[in-house]
């Protein structure tokens, strides 16, 4: 009986054992996977960081942190930007737009722009780190840097007065350096050069020192936003001597509604102006070239009156000669034949180059009636599906793609004569002049870039006066321009770094 | 008697404490296999799906770069690329498989350049990629008329802008690229890489001067009123005004712009009906 008791006692307390042991490893293996959850996992576990791509740039001295996909996050993110010894934290909400703002998320395409340039210092720094921080949960989202390059907005202005100078008379010129942009612009140098012939009589400016010999202004004190720089440049207007090759081209309408006697007005005009020497230069910076248009279909539709030929002492009697000899050619105007044979001799001859100025001028009194494709044989080409006017629209930015004009110096005129159809007059002032928008002379502007105009005869008599005021306005016309040539900051915008005006010396 | 009866249970003991044992240890690793599949899979297939996104992004920018170097060859050449559609899933788990759609649509972007007298309009189509994820944001990617667009719904962004110059500061350049897909191989969806063959077949130059007005319709404004106001355009001095609608994006300009060449280059695009 003892010995059984004995037996029950001992089976029981293995069991006890047993349980224990298997209690006590458990416990264990708990205790080491909670371990490995809490160092791998990161235990106690909250919900995962968003995934969500973010890009940072410079745009115009601001830092443009754009949502470029992914999750949207809380506007509640922070912002850590750095940049040299500065440090920022700001919050996202507070540099988004209203509409982002609504749904307090920062969603993709939604762009947060903080103002850089509220912070002169910033264009000390080479770069600006940034770190967006998440909210909930509390993730770093982002860490880049972004490179510094400050952008200016310099804009220069140029005025006359007067604005008719009389040769041998004082004129004051006045230059106008402009900060349109958000930063702070030192170091401007600015180029105004006086015609050769302009005799320097002295000058002011509000900073600064102007050199007449090199035509600089430098040393110009920082211009802060929203200020400008200004100069007065006074000279004695004097005749000036052209430094470029000008290489006109005369298109004239020699149709059918030409009659004889209209033939003498346009001869007497061009011989009685081309004669004079103080209106048309016969120093060989001008290059003349004289195209016909008209006939009908099948037949000679345009010709070279006067070859490319420069205008010199030598030359002048026999140019002369040639313009008194106009014919007309009967017909139709066949206006793109026209503009095409004259920009082809034109581009042929030996002094041509793109860096000439180059000035065309249209003597019409009609739309073009006549379609030449720009097929090389300058003949009319009626079964070609384009119209006449779209033809001589195509022969026309031909013509200007081949001189490769640029608006500063080069154009396009146009003078109708006893023209009674008003849309006619509009299709060559939004079509056919160039640089657009054309303008209605007189009176000539006297701003740059240049425009093209339509300077309007009433009938052929007046022809002789008109292209006398054609002549006298674009070969005596003096282009003086002040450019931007350096500034501490790089300016994108260089259409408005270069302004100009055009005299036009008045005899005394 | 009872004394046996006894003594047979606590002999017993023993076998209880390895079933209770054996139970617990399933219970903790079912646990831990609960807890994994709750809180980490999602994770780890969000950050798969994103992985796949910015794959088929690389794609693209690929397929951009096809398209510009064969308007740029001007030869009738085939050139192909690979876009791979959904996620695989993770192993062991088999879980987390998507299917996305590829397809070419037809008539999708128009664009009108306008003066006060005259007008031209374009039409091309669009190669389109979109995704079908289960725990990552959906997006779509687009060639739209060269314009490389990323996009989730409803905002989208420029990723890639279309081949364009600006000259003597009015002057512009633009080529479209108009992709015609082949019927019955402009469209495919499911799992796995396709091959995407694009063909150079002509180039048509249109001309349109003093442009006053530009209208677009696209399934992605905002991406093109990007590409408009990008600094070039800005910096050229152009002075304009921009309405982004639903599907439609109009600028207007104050000062003409000189000269607007359109090039459009036609490309045939077919999907491979096999997969890789």
């Known amino acids: 009986m003892k010995k059984n008791k004995y037996k029950y006692v001992t089976a029981q307390s293995h069991a006890l054992i047993e349980l224990s042991a298997t209690l006590l490893l458990l416990t264990l293996t708990v205790i080491f996977f909670a371990a490995i959850a809490y160092f791998f996992f990161s235990a106690p576990q909250t919900s995962p960081g968003p995934v969500i791509t973010i890009t940072g740039k410079l745009i115009d001295n601001n830092l443009v942190l754009e949502h470029m996909g992914g999750e949207a996050i809380s506007l509640n993110a922070t912002i850590g930007i750095s940049f040299g010894s500065t440090r920022l934290q700001i919050q996202a909400y507070d540099y988004i737009d209203t509409e982002a703002k609504k749904d307090g998320l920062w969603s993709f395409g939604e762009h947060v722009i903080y103002p850089m340039y509220i912070h002169p210092e910033y264009l000390e720094a080479q770069q600006i780190e940034v770190m967006i921080i998440n909210s909930d949960p509390a993730s770093s989202i982002m860490f880049s840097s ?67 010999n090199t035509g600089f202004w430098e040393n110009i004190a920082m211009i802060h936003p929203g200020e400008s720089a200004v100069m007065n440049v006074t000279a004695i207007v004097g005749r000036v001597r052209p430094d470029e090759i000008t290489q006109i081209l005369i298109l004239i309408d020699g149709s059918g509604s030409i009659k004889k006697k209209d033939l003498d007005f346009i001869r007497n005009g061009f011989v009685t102006a081309i004669a004079n020497e103080s209106i048309f230069p016969q120093d060989g910076f001008v290059e003349l070239t004289i195209a016909e248009f008209g006939g009908n279909p099948g037949f000679l539709n345009t010709k070279i009156v006067l070859n490319s030929t420069k205008v010199t002492n030598e030359t002048i009697a026999s140019v002369l000669s040639t313009l ?59 079964g070609s599906g384009v119209n006449p006017e779209n033809a001589t629209v195509i022969a026309r930015n031909y013509l200007i793609d081949e001189f490769e004009m640029n608006p500063m110096d080069d154009e396009i005129d146009v003078i109708p004569v006893h023209l009674t159809n008003y849309d006619t007059f509009v299709w060559f002032k939004d079509e056919i002049v160039w640089p657009q928008p054309g303008y209605c002379a007189p009176p000539m502007r006297t701003e740059l870039p240049l425009q093209g105009f339509v300077y309007n005869a009433t009938d052929w008599d007046q022809f002789p006066i008109v292209i006398n005021n054609f002549f006298t306005t674009v070969l005596n016309r003096i282009t003086i321009t002040a450019d931007i040539v350096q500034a501490s900051a790089i300016d994108p915008k260089v259409i408005n770094n270069i302004d100009g005006v055009l005299i036009i010396p008045q005899s005394p | 008697m009872k004394n046996s009866k006894k003594r047979k249970l606590t002999s017993h003991n023993s076998g209880v404490v390895g079933i209770v044992a054996t139970v617990l240890l399933i219970g903790l690793i079912i646990t831990f296999v609960g807890i994994l599949q709750t809180v980490h899979v999602p994770n780890w297939l969000k950050q798969k799906e994103a992985q796949h996104m910015n794959e088929v992004q690389t794609q693209f920018t690929q397929l951009k770069y096809t398209v510009d170097m064969l308007s740029l060859f001007g030869e009738p050449v ?37 003066n006060a007298t005259d007008s031209f309009s374009s039409t091309t189509s669009d190669i389109l990629y ?37 000259t003597n500061f009015t002057n512009v350049s633009l080529w479209l ?19 995407l063959s694009n063909e150079y077949i002509n180039r048509t130059t249109h001309s349109i001067t003093e442009v006053t007005h530009i209208n677009i319709t696209t399934e992605f404004p905002e991406a093109w009123a990007d590409f408009f106001n990008s600094s070039a355009f800005v910096n050229s001095g152009l002075s304009y005004s921009m309405t982004v609608g639903n599907e439609t994006l109009d600028i207007e300009y104050n000062i003409s712009l000189g000269n607007f060449i359109i090039e459009v280059i036609d490309i045939r695009s077919q999907l491979a009906i096999w997969k890789y």
Do not use: W
Not at chain 1, 340 to 366: E, K, M, Q, W, Y
């Open chain 2, 177 to 195: 690229y108009n992709i015609a897909g082949l019927e019955g191989k402009s469209f495919v969806s499911g799992y796995g890489t396709y091959v």
């Open chain 2, 78 to 114: 085939s050139l192909t690329n690979y876009i791979t559609l959904g996620s695989e899933e993770l192993p062991i788990l088999n879980i987390g498989r998507t299917y996305d759609t590829l397809e070419i649509l037809s008539d999708n972007f128009m664009i009108t350049v306008s």
């Open chain 1, 324 to 382: 008194d000899s106009i014919d007309t050619m009967p017909g139709l105007a066949a206006t793109s034949c026209g503009f095409l044979l004259g920009c082809d001799t034109v581009t042929a001859s030996s002094v041509f180059t793109p860096s000439n100025r180059h000035v065309t001028l249209l003597i019409t009194d009609g739309k073009a009636d006549l379609t030449c494709i720009i097929d090389g044989d300058y003949l009319a080409d009626p």
């Open chain 2, 130 to 166: 979109s995704s079908k994820n289960s725990h990552f944001v959906d997006q779509v990617l687009c060639l739209e008329a060269g314009t490389l667009i990323l996009s989730q719904p409803p905002s989208s962004i420029l990723l890639g802008q279309p081949l364009f110059s600006i």
């Open chain 1, 146 to 212: 972004v490179l510094i390059e400050p952008l200016s907005d310099l804009s220069v202005q140029v005025s006359i007065d007067p604005e008719s100078p009389i040769m041998g008379t004082p004129v004051t010129f006045t230059i106008t350096v402009l900060n349109n942009g958000n930063i702070n612009v030192s170091g401007v140098k600015l180029r105004f050069q006086l015609p050769v012939g302009f005799t320097f009589v002295g000058y002011s400016a509000t900073s600064g020192s102007y050199d007449n």
